[in-house]
Structure formats: structure tokens, C-alpha cells
């Protein structure tokens, strides 16, 4: 689709310092040509807030990894703090879909008199922390000296994240609304209906906010249970002066919305929609006209 008006300033294209927008981010596995044209630095500022809540959730970055998604700077990765269970030190997991990396959050203990105290280091990780830390002694005309003693600690190390339900929504219902843009056209810019998503998507994500929008996701799947694990939906059905519109990431409920929105202000066939199949993967997509 070739759209001539910004979805987030409503203004012509040709007034807009513009880009390419991806209804679904790239670290999600958005394909290029999934797109819409939109005005640059709103594209910026989403970025650094609803699209980067979305893609950083720990979840989500599990999800990624585990689809095989590509980002641009390599294999998509989650991350999450923890606590070595020995001694409480705190640790920061890295992972991808094969492997976790384990890291300590401070792995050099320092006293302000004997200098350094003790080097951390999960298997080989030691060595190069070592290697390391000589290194930046010798620089400053210092040295680590002999290393007295080596010891072995319980490795069990217990994980936590945080899965934020209003800022997962959000990031779900700005992929809807852009999403809706793709499949109406335009028009369903200028309705009421999509003032009320780009206000909630310019809202601090909570549940009062998403209130004060007007919006309200519907308790039901417009799909059919299970799917690859890397795979997205989205689909958009016109049902009376209605628009209902769902989006379904990774094949996961947790990462699903649905949202319908009356928009009285557009003549839509009834009972006609829009299927979008999209592999995170490949970052290819293919759509389907619904038609009763």
C-alpha cells in the first residue's frame, strides 16, 4: 500500500519529512514491504518507547529467539537479571534460542586499600576477566600479582523479569492500528475511531489510559488456536459500522489483542476482511481477502 497520509499527524505525505514505517518492527521480524510511509521523527519516538517496550519484554525476546528471527545487528536475544543463589551476587542472562550467557553485574571486588579482591567469572568467562583486568592494571603502571586462591560456588543462579500487560497491549494495538490503515486505506485515518488509537498509543501505557482512549480489546480470538512459532497474523473484518481488527504475534495468546472500533464515518461491506500471514523467520507476508 502507497499511503499519502501520515497515520501519526494526519498530514499529506508530501508535507512530512517521511520514512518507511514497519506495521510490524524489524526486531519482530517485520518484512520491509509490510510498510507504511510515516513522519520521521514520530517514527523515532516510537521507537524509543511503545516499539522498544514490545521488543525488549523478556518474553517477547524469548519468542523472537526462539522463531529464528534475524535483527539487524544478529540473532534476536532476551535478556533478564537474576541472583547467584551461593551469595545473592547479582547476575545479568543473556540468551538466544541455543545458548545463555551468564554475566555478573559487578565482577571485580575492589577495597579501597588491598585494591582488587576477587575476580567473578562463570566457566571460561573467569579467564577473560582476568586477562582483562591485568591488562587494564599494567595500563596504569599496576599490577595483579599472583592469584592466591581459586574457588568453586554453588552456580545455580535464579532468574526474574517483568512482563508489563499495558505495555505489551500498547505495542500490540499500534501494530492494529497501523495494520487497519494497511487494509482500509486512508480514510480510517481521519475517524474518530483512529484518533482514539493514536491517542492511546501516545498515552503512558496503563490501564486507565487505555480507558480514557475508548478502547476496549474484546475477550475473543478472531484465531484459531496454535500456529508455527513463527508466525504473525493480523486481520481486519468489517462487521456492521464496525471494524474489528486482531494481531497475533509468535503464534503466542499472551502476545494477541483484539480491537473493535465503530466507525460510522466509512461504508464497508459487511462481513468482508483481510488476512495478513506474515513469516518472522523470512520476514515475507501474504494476504488473503475474507469474503462470506
Known amino acids: 500500500m502507497n499511503n499519502e497520509t501520515c497515520p501519526y499527524t494526519c498530514l499529506p505525505i508530501q508535507e512530512v519529512d517521511a520514512s518507511r514505517e514497519h506495521i510490524i518492527p ?64 547479582a547476575v545479568q542472562l543473556t540468551g538466544t534460542h541455543t545458548a545463555v550467557d551468564f554475566r555478573f553485574h559487578q565482577p571485580v571486588e575492589v577495597d579501597a586499600v588491598e585494591g582488587v579482591m576477587a575476580i567473578r567469572g562463570f566457566g571460561p568467562a573467569v579467564d577473560k576477566e582476568i586477562a582483562r583486568v591485568r591488562k ?80 476496549q480489546p474484546a475477550g475473543r480470538s478472531m484465531f484459531s488456536e496454535g500456529g508455527p512459532n513463527d508466525q504473525h497474523l493480523i486481520s481486519c473484518m468489517a462487521a456492521g459500522d464496525h471494524l474489528v481488527t486482531g494481531v497475533r504475534l509468535f503464534s503466542k495468546p499472551y502476545f494477541e489483542v483484539t480491537i473493535a472500533v465503530q466507525v460510522p464515518e466509512l461504508r464497508l461491506p459487511h462481513a468482508h476482511g483481510w488476512l495478513a500471514t506474515i513469516d518472522a523467520k523470512a520476514k515475507t507476508f501474504r494476504e488473503t481477502m475474507l469474503v462470506p
Do not use: C
Not at 524489524?26 to 510498510?35: I, M, Q, R, V
Not at 524469548?62 to 535478556?79: D, H
Not at 487494509?183 to 501505557?205: K, L, M
Open 26 to 89: 524489524d526486531a519482530l521480524g517485520g518484512p520491509n514491504g509490510f510498510a507504511l510511509v510515516a513522519d520521521v521523527a514520530r517514527n523515532s519516538q516510537y521507537g524509543k518507547t511503545v516499539d522498544s517496550r514490545l521488543i525488549n519484554s523478556t518474553l517477547m525476546g524469548q519468542a523472537a529467539a526462539e522463531a529464528g528471527v534475524m535483527t539487524r545487528s544478529g540473532p534476536a536475544t532476551w535478556s533478564m537479571r537474576g541472583n547467584l543463589e551461593a551469595d545473592g551476587a
Open 136 to 215: 587494564d592494571l599494567r595500563s596504569k603502571g599496576r599490577d595483579l600479582g599472583i592469584l592466591e586462591e581459586r574457588q568453586t560456588v554453588n552456580p545455580v543462579v535464579r532468574g526474574r523479569f517483568e512482563h508489563n500487560l499495558s505495555e505489551a497491549l500498547q505495542g500490540l494495538t499500534k501494530i492494529a492500528y497501523l495494520a487497519t490503515v494497511w487494509a482500509v486505506g486512508d480514510e480510517f485515518i481521519s475517524t474518530e475511531a483512529g484518533a482514539r488509537y493514536r491517542s492511546w498509543i501516545d498515552a503512558e501505557p496503563t490501564a486507565a489510559a487505555l480507558e480514557a482512549a475508548g478502547l
